[in-house]
């Protein structure tokens, strides 16, 4: 890894914050974005230098690695008034990592490349916790040119980048695979967890036996656990699945390809952003379901039973 490559960070929420602290534990020089001053403060406190816009942070950098929610911010970012796009020398790398359509990561490449840029189509997956530790997944396609300008950043903020072609796009479509697994299994555990509490069951040991047992899943054990605390302080929100399987099934649609239960779980989505949820943690369904049932969950007050 070479100490002298500078990386802007756009983005600095639960992921990019703790992505842009591995960056700068690897002694890279990192500088960053985001529109909340206190993820700037943050930044600043762990070593980094705060831009004022997109533009600033990248200016000089030899990567920029964008950490926002869709599409229509990667385009404000890259290619708006006050974007990165300019601001970056000829040859810097862009690691794109938003959820979005293939069609959308192409377009943005072509675009990246007509400015002299590389351009990397990187997926992440893991959550806050493995961003802040350095040990993220990263499903990547690209030139190779891409992958060899990027690797300081992604040596430093993955434990697994696969390799997946040399075409932007595949990076993508591999990530719309894991968000349709993973918006389908949050929707589910939650589901159970409260139908736990509608037959009398204690959901604590629910929680303490189904994590023993064969009905376990990754997001079962993650994300139950903030249903028994009462805490839904997004680490991923509820509108970043409604907008993920939303894109699953536009997929779907297109490619006249059916996706009953993904329909099903974006729907309880939708449903919950639609109760005012869409911005506390996507384990929210729960109290969803909770409030259409008459429970209580934990955390839950009188006023969100129907």
Same mark, same amino acid.
């Given at each position: ?7 802007? &960070? ?19 020089? &990192? ?33 920029? &690695? ?31 990592? #938003?959820?979005?359509? #293939? ?40 030139? #190779?040119?891409?992958? @060899? @300008?990027?690797? #300081? ?9 696969? *390799? ?18 993973a918006g389908v299994h949050i929707a589910a555990a939650c589901e159970a967890i409260t139908f736990a509490g509608s037959l ?8 303490? &036996? ?12 993650? *994300? ?12 991923? @929100? ?13 997929l779907g649609r297109r490619q006249k390809f059916p996706l009953p239960v993904t329909s099903a779980a974006l729907q309880l ?9 869409? *911005? ?20 839950m007050g009188p006023e969100e039973k129907d």
């Amino acid at each position: 890894m070479d100490p002298a490559k500078s990386v802007a &960070v756009i983005g600095l929420g639960a992921m990019g914050l703790g992505m842009a602290r591995s960056l700068l534990r690897a002694g890279l020089s &990192v500088s960053g974005y985001d529109t909340n001053p206190d993820a700037l403060d943050a930044l600043k406190a762990a070593g980094g230098r705060a831009g004022a816009s997109a533009s600033e942070a990248a200016r000089g950098a030899d990567i920029l &690695v964008l950490v926002v929610v869709n599409a229509a911010q990667v385009e404000s970012a890259l290619f708006g008034a006050e974007g990165a796009a300019a601001a970056l020398g000829d040859g810097a790398v862009v690691i794109a990592s #938003p959820t979005m359509a #293939p069609q959308e990561a192409q377009d943005f490449a072509r675009r990246a490349e007509a400015a002299g840029l590389l351009y990397l189509d990187a997926p992440i997956s893991g959550g806050a916790a493995k961003a802040a530790a350095g040990a993220l997944t990263v499903m990547a396609s690209g030139a #190779p040119e891409a992958f @060899a @300008a990027a690797a #300081p950043a992604l040596d430093a903020m993955a434990e697994t980048v696969y *390799r997946l072609g040399d075409s932007v796009g595949i990076g993508s479509s591999f990530k719309i695979v894991n968000q349709l697994l993973a918006g389908v299994h949050i929707a589910a555990a939650c589901e159970a967890i409260t139908f736990a509490g509608s037959l009398g069951l204690d959901i604590s040991r629910v929680f303490d &036996v189904i994590t023993k047992s064969a009905g376990n899943s990754w997001m079962f054990e993650n *994300r139950i656990p903030h249903v028994l605390a009462g805490d839904y302080t997004p680490m991923s @929100a509820v509108s970043i699945f409604t907008k993920d399987l939303g894109i699953v099934s536009d997929l779907g649609r297109r490619q006249k390809f059916p996706l009953p239960v993904t329909s099903a779980a974006l729907q309880l989505f939708v449903m919950t952003e639609a109760a005012g949820m869409g *911005r506390d943690d996507d384990s929210s369904v729960a109290r969803l379901l909770a409030g259409i049932s008459g429970l209580t969950l934990p955390g839950m007050g009188p006023e969100e039973k129907d």
